[in-house]
């Protein structure tokens, strides 16, 4: 059984018990954290997001956008929250930590209930902020930093960097490439790959021949390439931004290195027609690949949903990385409001695990989820990036596909890495 919240009446008041089913009458008599307007109707919530619009990672900023518009178009079309409609507030950060705090600030004075963003590369410039301004976020990423964080008011609905790391190296040591060379920029979110890859990679039998840390915005990579090809590796392991891919890209493939060697990526290389394929050339349909949490296949009734969503919103079903990680986002948010029968994050924020992990009934839409909430029932709102159950660290687990292209650049799925080969790993580094 849904348990029941007490709620003040007001001021000086004594506290009487609600349950769901007076959600309808709370409203109505002004109770919600957000009050009414003036024409009667609850007041929109607002979305906030922090993604980089500008900035050598721009890419992100429209995985980003994608998934938000069929998040609240999700919600909105489900009836809203507690009557309240979503609207959206966004800033830019520029993928640069010196930009982002500025851009939290800016977006707080819209008020937003809860925040998705920043990615990876900011985070950590505001993930102490959100609890003292009273708001929840739901970042995307994978930076393993955040592995064992302990912050009651983020959570990450996107497997982290060192499992990503871990599926990579298998991937590679599975079609017997054991001979191996990096190639990652100065980041913390790409060096964030680094130790878990190598621990992985070495644990399989590999081994790794160099480890080059690039400095963004070069004008040649040469050297660096020369280098990292000075052992013939069978692979080279990479991750960097957008503008630093075209120009090392440009530079392999004069030297002949795109067809020397396998590379295998982040999930940033991934995006079908994307310029980072762009960049590789040809020889990104036999030698590059990358490395992007699962995707559920439409014989899953969560993603079938979210499609129709990304259908009617975008009027197509070539979805972008991660945007059903930021539509996950918005559900959980707006369910755990319902639950708690609350807008007030102070009081909402306890309700984040308890629709989205076991146990209780499963549901993967919003309308079933809040049917069953109505009817007073535990539920597990299993989503369109996959079960999105919390652990103790606020973060998810999931298996990897490993995506390469074809000629025309598309998308090609080369093979799924699943968790417990991902554990088998794990288990073999002691």
Request: net charge neutral; with cysteine.
């Amino acid at each position: 059984m849904i348990r029941k919240r007490r709620l003040s009446r007001g001021r000086g008041t004594g506290r009487v018990a609600v349950s769901l089913a007076a959600v309808a009458s709370l409203a109505t008599a002004g109770l919600m954290t957000v009050p009414a307007s003036a024409s009667g109707k609850p007041k929109p919530l607002t979305v906030g997001s922090i993604l980089p619009y500008t900035g050598t990672k721009s890419i992100l900023s429209a995985w980003g956008v994608h998934g938000i518009k069929v998040g609240i178009y999700e919600v909105n079309h489900g009836g809203g929250v507690l009557g309240h409609m979503l609207t959206s507030a966004t800033v830019d950060d520029s993928a640069d930590s010196v930009d982002t705090l500025p851009a939290f600030r800016k977006l707080m004075l819209s008020h937003p209930t809860f925040i998705v963003g920043p990615f990876s590369p900011t985070i950590e410039a505001v993930i102490n902020q959100f609890q003292p301004n009273n708001v929840v976020d739901f970042m995307v990423g994978g930076l393993s930093n955040l592995d064992n964080m302990n912050k009651p008011y983020v959570f990450r609905t996107t497997a982290s960097d060192s499992t990503e790391a871990i599926a990579m190296a298998y991937y590679a040591i599975s079609h017997g490439w054991k001979t191996a060379s990096l190639m990652f920029d100065n980041s913390a979110n790409s060096q964030g790959f680094v130790p878990p890859l190598m621990k992985a990679f070495k644990a399989l039998g590999g081994t790794i021949q160099q480890n080059i840390t690039l400095t963004p915005g070069q004008s040649s990579y040469s050297s660096e390439l020369t280098q990292a090809f000075a052992g013939n590796p069978k692979v080279i392991f990479d991750s960097m931004d957008t503008q630093t891919a075209a120009t090392l890209f440009g530079d392999a493939q004069q030297l002949g290195y795109t067809t020397a060697a396998q590379w295998v990526g982040d999930d940033l290389q991934s995006a079908p027609q994307g310029s980072y394929a762009q960049s590789f050339g040809s020889a990104a349909s036999t030698n590059l690949t990358a490395a992007l949490p699962a995707t559920p296949t439409t014989a899953d009734n969560a993603y079938n949903h979210f499609l129709s969503d990304y259908q009617s919103v975008w009027r197509t079903t070539s979805i972008l990385p991660t945007s059903f990680n930021f539509y996950d986002s918005i559900v959980i948010a707006s369910l755990a409001m319902t639950m708690a029968n609350s807008t007030n994050p102070k009081v909402w924020v306890k309700d984040v695990m308890l629709v989205s992990d076991p146990p209780g009934t499963v549901c993967s839409t919003y309308t079933q989820c809040v049917t069953l909430l109505k009817h007073h029932k535990k539920i597990n709102y299993n989503g369109a990036g996959g079960n999105d159950d919390f652990n103790k660290y606020h973060n998810v687990f999931s298996g990897f596909q490993m995506v390469g292209f074809d000629s025309k650049l598309n998308n090609v799925v080369r093979t799924y890495v699943t968790p417990q080969q991902l554990a088998q790993v794990v288990a073999k580094e002691g």
